[in-house]
């Protein structure tokens, strides 16, 4: 390809919309073109790079023993509706009617409708497992799309769906499918962390995210260094610390004026945040919840929504708690009885808490549970955190950022139960298909990559992802021979199987060098007035610093084998 023929324009500047990396160095690479919020166009250059890792998800699906199909976009609300994850999805998922007035959802995912094409295909154990995966368009409704390709609306997912007769046959399909994914993933030339993961609202016992490590990423990573546990800051658990013992003592008011939050009244008591409740209040469904933690944590509010069961949830306002009677600042469960009370496990490590009063600029000394006040559910909903123990073997818990760039899921049978996917067994008995689901993000995955692989220049792709191989760049094309030598060497290399970017543009070097770093393609090959005295090309490897000098007449055989290579 010519890049005096390239559909896309790089920038020098940069976007004032783009808040990450990968967003700021696709937008000046003239890669992709925002829509819409969340919605993107893929220009050439992008494209190329995004139909590389499409098909090495493909080759690696296909070795695995996945069959692929294509299922469609557009899903009855029906289905979604039989296993009530039409509720699950809440606001994140796509809704419209059609001129008969039924009302259909644009598919966020297609477990729904893939269970329904395997209803139909299967009766018998003979006809198990199965393996079944499609490429295709994804729909989901972000509240807040960000971070350029990272969190969209519209984007393409390869999604994998296995089905077997039992939990034993589950465990096969998905451990392969782990493999096939660390596979992907080394393809592409990117290392990632396997950690557990919340199933969120795609259900499920067991579930993992592949987690790309870099410090520019949206999702916390808690660790044990000594035993190699990992897990989702939304799923991560950890041990507590113990508060040294003390005996109850009783209740005593004290005033606390103007003071309202945890910092602000454990300054003006002078007693610890960890000696503190802190009252924290949500929707769920509809209805008032009250959450009380120990003052010094926060609270997971994905373990929270779990605790609960429901499907709409979020944060309550100033006003929905004025309403329900609660003083704002000064509110603990104490004599609480009209709304539900969930309790961390935290306020259980100590004695004599301090905690709201229930009335204006009033705290409380000396609360103790279950003395003073009942939870209606009392569970882990604190979000873990470096420093704290370790839930396997005790050790210190680290904290990292990633991107998740895999989703697995051990899904069982509640959707193939709910839509009646069932076989007959050796012996006659019907059974329900026992399921998995596996995701990737092919535009996500491409925004990693560059998030973990740039510099102050531009991309660095990895040679598999890129692209394109070589960026030719001759330089002061107003020499003849610098034109014919550049002209023979891009026909060359095209017949031997590279794929070349040739800017063939009459630009001055510093503009053509800039645009080559940009871009990122693994090695520049520069011709010039300067490099045919010495019947030589430079070659230089964007991840290098140092440019080499090649012969010309081994310049194709040896790129080729330090392609292949």
Same mark, same amino acid.
């Given at each position: 390809?010519?890049?005096?023929?390239?559909?896309?324009?790089?920038?020098?500047?940069?976007?004032?919309?783009?808040?990450?990396?990968?967003?700021?160095?696709?937008?000046?690479?003239?890669?992709?073109?925002?829509?819409?919020?969340?919605?993107?166009?893929?220009?050439?250059?992008?494209?190329?790079?995004?139909?590389?890792?499409?098909?090495?998800?493909?080759?690696?699906?296909?070795?695995?023993?996945?069959?692929?199909?294509?299922?469609?976009?557009?899903?009855?609300?029906?289905?979604?509706?039989?296993?009530? %994850?039409?509720?699950?999805?809440?606001?994140?998922?796509?809704?419209?009617?059609? %001129?008969?007035?039924?009302?259909?959802?644009?598919?966020?995912?297609?477990?729904?409708?893939? &269970?329904?094409?395997?209803?139909?295909?299967?009766?018998?154990?003979?006809?198990?497992?199965?393996?079944?995966?499609?490429?295709?368009?994804?729909?989901?409704?972000?509240?807040?799309?960000?971070?350029?390709?990272?969190?969209?609306?519209?984007?393409?997912?390869?999604?994998?769906?296995?089905?077997?007769?039992?939990?034993?046959?589950?465990?096969?399909?998905?451990?392969?499918?782990?493999?096939?994914?660390?596979?992907?993933?080394?393809?592409? $030339?990117?290392? &990632?962390?396997?950690?557990?993961?919340?199933?969120? @609202?795609?259900?499920?016992?067991?579930?993992?995210?592949?987690?790309?490590?870099?410090?520019?990423?949206?999702?916390?990573?808690?660790?044990?260094?000594?035993?190699?546990?990992?897990?989702?800051?939304?799923?991560?658990?950890?041990?507590?610390?113990?508060?040294?013992?003390?005996?109850?003592?009783?209740?005593?008011?004290?005033?606390?004026?103007?003071?309202?939050?945890?910092?602000?009244?454990?300054?003006?008591?002078?007693?610890?945040?960890?000696?503190?409740?802190? #009252?924290?209040?949500?929707?769920?469904?509809?209805?008032? /919840?009250? @959450?009380?933690?120990?003052?010094?944590?926060? =609270?997971?509010?994905?373990?929270?929504?779990?605790?609960?069961?429901?499907?709409?949830?979020?944060?309550?306002?100033?006003?929905?708690? /004025?309403? #329900?009677?609660?003083?704002?600042?000064?509110?603990?469960?104490?004599?609480?009885?009209?709304?539900?009370?969930?309790?961390?496990?935290?306020?259980?490590?100590?004695?004599?808490?301090?905690?709201?009063?229930?009335?204006?600029?009033?705290?409380?000394?000396?609360?103790?549970?279950?003395?003073?006040?009942?939870?209606?559910?009392?569970?882990?909903?604190?979000?873990?955190?470096?420093?704290?123990?370790?839930?396997?073997?005790?050790?210190?818990?680290?904290?990292?950022? $990633?991107?998740?760039?895999?989703?697995?899921?051990?899904?069982?049978?509640?959707?193939?139960?709910?839509?009646?996917?069932?076989?007959?067994?050796?012996?006659?008995?019907?059974?329900?298909?026992?399921?998995?689901?596996?995701?990737?993000?092919?535009?996500?995955?491409?925004?990693?990559?560059?998030?973990?692989?740039?510099?102050?220049?531009?991309?660095?792709?990895?040679? @598999?992802?890129?692209?394109?191989?070589?960026?030719?760049?001759?330089?002061?094309?107003?020499?003849?021979?610098? =034109?014919?030598?550049?002209?023979?060497?891009?026909?060359?290399?095209?017949?031997?199987?590279?794929?070349?970017?040739?800017?063939?543009?009459?630009?001055?070097?510093?503009?053509?060098?800039?645009?080559?770093?940009?871009?990122?393609?693994?090695?520049?090959?520069?011709?010039?007035?300067?490099?045919?005295?010495?019947?030589?090309?430079?070659?230089?490897?964007?991840?290098?610093?140092?440019?080499?000098?090649?012969?010309?007449?081994?310049?194709?055989?040896?790129?080729?084998?330090?392609?292949?290579?």
């Amino acid at each position: 390809m010519r890049i005096s023929k390239l559909f896309g324009k790089t920038q020098r500047e940069l976007p004032a919309e783009a808040d990450t990396i990968s967003h700021q160095l696709l937008l000046r690479a003239g890669m992709i073109r925002q829509v819409a919020a969340g919605v993107y166009s893929y220009l050439p250059l992008a494209w190329r790079a995004l139909k590389k890792i499409e098909n090495i998800i493909r080759q690696e699906m296909d070795k695995a023993g996945g069959q692929e199909l294509m299922l469609p976009v557009l899903q009855p609300l029906e289905l979604w509706q039989e296993t009530g %994850r039409d509720l699950a999805f809440g606001q994140g998922l796509f809704t419209l009617y059609d %001129r008969r007035d039924r009302k259909l959802a644009l598919g966020p995912t297609h477990e729904e409708v893939i &269970t329904e094409l395997v209803k139909y295909n299967v009766q018998s154990y003979r006809d198990l497992p199965l393996l079944l995966y499609q490429i295709q368009t994804k729909f989901r409704d972000e509240p807040r799309p960000r971070a350029g390709l990272i969190r969209v609306r519209e984007f393409t997912m390869k999604d994998l769906y296995s089905f077997d007769v039992d939990e034993e046959g589950l465990d096969q399909s998905y451990n392969k499918m782990l493999q096939a994914y660390q596979n992907i993933y080394a393809r592409c $030339g990117l290392p &990632t962390l396997i950690v557990e993961a919340d199933s969120g @609202a795609i259900g499920g016992k067991e579930s993992h995210e592949f987690m790309l490590i870099t410090e520019s990423g949206e999702d916390e990573i808690i660790h044990c260094p000594d035993c190699k546990y990992v897990a989702n800051a939304d799923k991560a658990e950890s041990v507590k610390e113990k508060i040294e013992g003390d005996e109850p003592l009783p209740l005593e008011e004290v005033k606390t004026p103007g003071m309202a939050t945890i910092e602000e009244v454990s300054n003006f008591l002078k007693a610890p945040q960890n000696r503190t409740l802190k #009252a924290v209040f949500y929707i769920a469904d509809g209805k008032l /919840i009250f @959450a009380v933690i120990r003052g010094d944590l926060e =609270v997971n509010e994905v373990k929270l929504k779990n605790a609960l069961g429901c499907s709409e949830f979020r944060i309550a306002t100033e006003a929905e708690i /004025i309403e #329900a009677g609660i003083v704002a600042g000064s509110a603990s469960p104490i004599g609480i009885s009209s709304i539900k009370v969930i309790a961390d496990d935290s306020i259980t490590s100590a004695a004599n808490f301090i905690a709201g009063a229930n009335k204006p600029d009033t705290h409380l000394r000396n609360v103790n549970y279950p003395r003073d006040f009942k939870a209606d559910l009392m569970t882990d909903i604190a979000r873990a955190r470096a420093g704290d123990g370790c839930p396997k073997c005790g050790g210190k818990l680290l904290s990292t950022h $990633g991107i998740e760039v895999g989703h697995t899921f051990k899904l069982g049978t509640f959707i193939s139960q709910k839509l009646g996917a069932l076989f007959i067994d050796q012996s006659g008995q019907s059974h329900p298909i026992v399921m998995g689901s596996y995701g990737i993000g092919l535009g996500r995955l491409l925004a990693a990559a560059i998030e973990q692989n740039h510099d102050d220049k531009g991309i660095i792709w990895p040679l @598999a992802i890129a692209p394109y191989h070589l960026y030719l760049c001759p330089l002061h094309l107003e020499n003849p021979q610098v =034109v014919a030598t550049a002209e023979n060497l891009y026909a060359d290399l095209t017949a031997q199987g590279l794929e070349v970017l040739f800017d063939d543009r009459n630009e001055s070097p510093g503009v053509k060098f800039n645009d080559a770093d940009l871009l990122g393609i693994p090695a520049r090959v520069t011709i010039s007035p300067r490099t045919l005295e010495t019947n030589s090309v430079e070659v230089k490897w964007r991840s290098e610093k140092e440019p080499q000098l090649m012969p010309l007449e081994e310049a194709v055989t040896r790129l080729k084998e330090l392609i292949r290579d």
